[in-house]
C-alpha cells in the first residue's frame, strides 16, 4: 500500500468512491449524504446510502473534502480548494464562498498565546443571506 505525503494510506479508488466524488463536485454548494445520494440516484446509480454517508466521511477524513455542521446540524460536504480557510454560506440558496480572514486568524493565535495553549485548530463558518437571495 501506498502512502499520501501525509503518511496516511491512500484510498482504494473503486467504481463507487469516484461516483461519489464526481457527484459531490457536480453540486454548487454543501450537500448532505442524503443530497449526494438523491442525486447519485438521479443519475441511475446503485450505490447505497450507507456506502454514500461511509464514503463521505472518509473523504472528509483524508482531506478530500471539506465538511461542516449546517444549521440544522447535519454535516454536509463539498470540494474546496485546499489550505485553511472558512465559508461564507448563503441560507437560502446554499451558495458558497470560500473566505479568509486574516484577522480572526491573529485573534485566535493571539487568544491562544494568552491562555498557554498551542496547536489550536477552529472551524468557523458564516451564515448569511446572498445578494441574489436578498433582492429576490
Known amino acids: 500500500m501506498t502512502s499520501t505525503d501525509l503518511g496516511r494510506p491512500n484510498p482504494r ?3 463507487q468512491r469516484a461516483e461519489i466524488r464526481h457527484a459531490v ?5 454543501f450537500a448532505t449524504a ?5 442525486r447519485l440516484r438521479h443519475e ?4 447505497g446510502l450507507a456506502t454514500v454517508y461511509r464514503t463521505l466521511q472518509a473523504m ?3 482531506g478530500e473534502l471539506d465538511s461542516i455542521r449546517n444549521p440544522d446540524g447535519q454535516i454536509a460536504y463539498r470540494t474546496c480548494s485546499p489550505g485553511h480557510h472558512h465559508h ?5 440558496c446554499g451558495r458558497t464562498v470560500e473566505v479568509t480572514v486574516p484577522q480572526l486568524e ?14 489550536i485548530d477552529h472551524e468557523v463558518e458564516f451564515f448569511g443571506v446572498c445578494t441574489t437571495c436578498a433582492t429576490a
Request: include cysteine; aromatic fraction near 2%; proline fraction near 0%.
Open 13 to 15: 479508488q473503486t467504481r
Open 25 to 29: 463536485e457536480a453540486l454548487a454548494s
Open 34 to 38: 442524503q443530497e449526494v445520494h438523491d
Open 44 to 47: 441511475g446509480s446503485g450505490v
Open 60 to 62: 472528509a477524513g483524508g
Open 88 to 92: 461564507l454560506i448563503c441560507r437560502t
Open 106 to 119: 491573529q485573534l485566535v493565535r493571539g487568544m491562544a498565546s494568552d491562555h498557554g495553549f498551542a496547536r
